[in-house]
């Protein structure tokens, strides 16, 4: 029996719109098909950034509002896959980066970390890290707890919390995460492979290298990386920070203390 697909949200459940950002897409049938990083660079004269790739194509324009914008996109199949399921890769890849490009229009950023909800006081816990850095596997190693994400979490500024959510972009290992709302307590940086367990304070510079480490941003100038910067400040000012050194030999259980209400 093929097995279900699993919504982001359970019924009933109420999502408040945060950004809305109109993109047109476009299919780009004929090849060349490479691919290449998304990067967009920023034009001074028209306020807008662009990308201009063989693989697909981009504007995105960041408008006043602080809660809208505008995007076209031109793009075509994955070259590394086949048929419809290279489209559909092409599609998810894209707007991956176009949520993670427009974020900070919305005092948001798109980080690359693993998203866990305690199960006893509700609030999130997210470990950050690199690739092979272990962000899934904690998904395991923390089995009782419910999963945001394990690639990519979005966080925002909320007045003096910080929040996150999961999103539909997973890893390879195709978790399943819930997009609700959760208050974020603390974050951690991964340090995989050690032979010891430790789980200790981190310093305020070491912490926001990690957070600048792991902030999906396809640009590096212009008002939106401006914007980033300033979130990125503001979420390493909201919550606590720490470094979790394990192995996978080693048992997390009753490691995360629950907050008191």
């Known amino acids: ?3 279900q697909a699993q919504w982001m949200y359970r019924p009933g459940r109420s999502v408040d719109e945060r950004f809305s950002l109109d993109v047109s897409f476009t299919a780009r049938p004929e090849e060349p098909w490479i691919t290449s990083p998304m990067w967009l660079d920023y034009e001074r004269s028209t ?3 662009r990308s201009t790739r063989a693989f697909w194509e981009t504007e995105l324009f960041a408008s ?3 809660d809208s914008g505008r995007a076209t996109v031109s793009m075509g199949p994955h070259p590394r896959e086949e048929g419809s399921y290279g489209w559909r890769i092409s599609l998810r890849e894209s707007t991956s980066a176009l949520l993670s490009a427009i974020a900070p229009h919305a005092d948001a950023l798109m980080l690359h970390g693993c998203g866990l909800v305690h199960p006893e006081d509700g609030q999130a816990r997210l470990f950050l890290g690199r690739s092979r850095a272990g962000k899934s596997t904690m998904n395991l190693r923390l089995d009782d707890w419910e999963l945001l994400g394990d690639d990519k979490v979005l966080v925002w500024l909320d007045g003096d919390e ?3 959510c999961g999103t539909p972009f997973m890893s390879k290992n195709l ?5 609700e709302t959760h208050r974020v307590h603390s974050m951690y940086a991964l340090e995989p492979g050690s032979a010891e367990l430790r789980l200790e304070p981190l310093q305020e510079a070491d912490a926001f290298r990690t957070l600048l480490e792991c ?3 396809p640009y590096g100038e212009g008002p939106l990386a401006e914007r ?3 979130v990125a400040t503001g979420v390493l000012e909201r919550v606590s920070w720490g470094r979790l ?3 996978l030999e080693h048992d997390l259980s009753g490691r995360f203390q629950a907050v008191a209400p």
């Open 245 to 247: 050194a394990s192995s």
């Open 47 to 49: 306020g807008s950034y």
């Open 1 to 3: 029996m093929a097995e």
């Open 162 to 164: 910080l929040l996150a």
């Open 175 to 179: 978790f399943v995460g819930w997009g």
């Open 215 to 217: 902030i999906f941003l």
């Open 64 to 66: 006043e509002a602080p």
């Open 228 to 230: 980033a910067m300033e």
